[in-house]
């Protein structure tokens, strides 16, 4: 059942992500790093290439799950809050 949660955890999230990308006060390395990923999950250059039916895509969805779920934490405090607020989603209150 948790699997299932986390799944559909992902749609706040990645609103999230996209509201701190476009953020002014995000540093231009955590964009960097963003774009970074997902350039790579659309390159066909791959550590694993694509190729290898398993495999090819377990590297690809790594790194989009890590940057989904660990680029927030890259951020600044105050942009952290910003774009929960802008989710509705006020944190410690």
Avoid: Q
Avoid at 57 to 84: N, Q, Y
């Amino acid at each position: 059942m948790r699997p299932l949660r986390a799944l559909f955890g992902i749609g706040p999230r990645l609103r999230r992500l996209y509201r701190g990308f476009r953020h002014p006060a995000t540093p231009l390395w955590a964009k960097g790093l963003a774009l970074l990923v997902f350039a790579y999950g659309l390159s066909p250059v791959d550590l694993v290439p694509d190729v290898i039916p398993v495999l090819g895509w377990v590297d690809d969805l790594t790194l989009f799950i890590w940057l989904i779920w660990g680029w927030e934490s890259c951020l600044p405090a105050e942009v952290r809050r910003a774009i929960s607020e802008t989710n509705g989603e006020k944190k410690g209150t």
